[in-house]
């Protein structure tokens, strides 16, 4: 009886060995088949399920879900201050390309080939910014950092979604420096705003002189014009009085008032001299 139950073991043995000799791929991985004593490293990618294989041989998972990786990367901006941003991006590899990631990059993937260029390409494009303008600018600044990346990681057999920045960090000598910095720029629009009323006065002050100004030589050349025109006109009364009042006009005149006594002493031809007021006294 125990010799049958040793030869059944021995003859069993290896049948076992080989049923249990195998790997799983499990949801969400992908294997490939390795086989160091033949073909090495297998081409065609393993979806989900059971694999036999000798137990010289394996089959490498590799995930292929997307997986969020999160840095915290230290970053200069516009305005050379030091701030400490955190920034995740979506990877995961190609499933086509598997076989050239695991031989040309490895298992690893994201600490070999991405890490260094999403802090690279972070830190790049937030060097554009001003401290001020991150917050309000990172829709923005997350779809630059996302085509940077996806630019240097073509041919590295990975693939890019999304970028986010959910935090950041700004050390008590950044805030005093902004503190001081708004401070300043407050001041300068101060300064500038006093000299632009400043010579907002002195133009309305220029302005207003210029308008007395005007207006006193409008007075002037006006009067002036006056004067001439009231002289014009006395010069031309004058005139014409002076070419009305004659001798005969003023004897008829004389002759016209009822309160003036005339005494008329012929002087020949040229007319009669008049003597006015003859009660008055003798005229010598």
Same mark, same amino acid.
């Given at each position: ?56 041989n ?12 999160s ?71 997350e ?13 590295k ?39 632009? *009323? =400043? #010579?907002?006065?002195a &133009?309305?002050a220029?302005? $207003? %002189?210029?308008?007395? /100004?005007? !207006?006193?030589? +409008? *007075? =002037? #050349?006006?009067?002036? &014009?006056?004067?001439?025109? $009231? %002289?014009?006109g006395? /010069?031309? !009364?004058?005139? +014409? *009085? ?20 005339? *005494? ?21």
């Amino acid at each position: 009886m125990k010799t049958k139950m040793r030869l059944m073991i021995v003859l069993l043995f290896p049948v076992l060995l080989l049923v249990g000799c195998g790997s799983t791929v499990p949801p969400g991985k992908m294997g490939l088949r390795w086989e160091p004593l033949s073909s090495g490293l297998g081409k065609e990618p393993l979806k989900e399920g059971f694999y036999g294989h000798t137990p010289w041989n394996d089959v490498l998972l590799i995930s292929v879900q997307w997986r969020n990786y999160s840095e915290r990367i230290d970053v200069l901006t516009r305005d050379d201050l030091h701030i400490e941003i955190k920034a995740a991006v979506l990877v995961k590899p190609l499933v086509k390309e598997l076989h050239a990631l695991r031989l040309e990059i490895g298992a690893d993937f994201y600490s070999s080939a991405v890490k260094p260029e999403f802090i690279t390409v972070a830190r790049n494009v937030l060097a554009n910014y001003l401290l001020v303008k991150i917050p309000e600018s990172s829709p923005e600044i997350e779809r630059k950092i996302k085509e940077g990346l996806q630019e240097r990681m073509k041919g590295k057999h990975i693939e890019i979604d999304n970028v986010t920045i959910s935090d950041i960090d700004f050390t008590s000598g950044v805030l005093r420096a902004i503190e001081t910095k708004l401070s300043k720029e407050q001041e300068k629009i101060q300064k500038n705003f006093e000299l632009e *009323i =400043a #010579v907002k006065d002195a &133009e309305i002050a220029r302005a $207003r %002189a210029k308008g007395e /100004a005007d !207006s006193l030589q +409008i *007075i =002037a #050349v006006g009067e002036a &014009e006056a004067q001439k025109i $009231r %002289a014009a006109g006395q /010069a031309e !009364s004058q005139r +014409i *009085i002076d070419l009305t009042l004659t001798t005969r006009f003023l004897q008829f005149k004389a002759f016209e008032s009822p309160n003036t006594k005339f *005494i008329y002493v012929p002087t020949g031809k040229d007319g009669l001299p008049i003597i006015l007021n003859s009660e008055a006294g003798p005229v010598h």
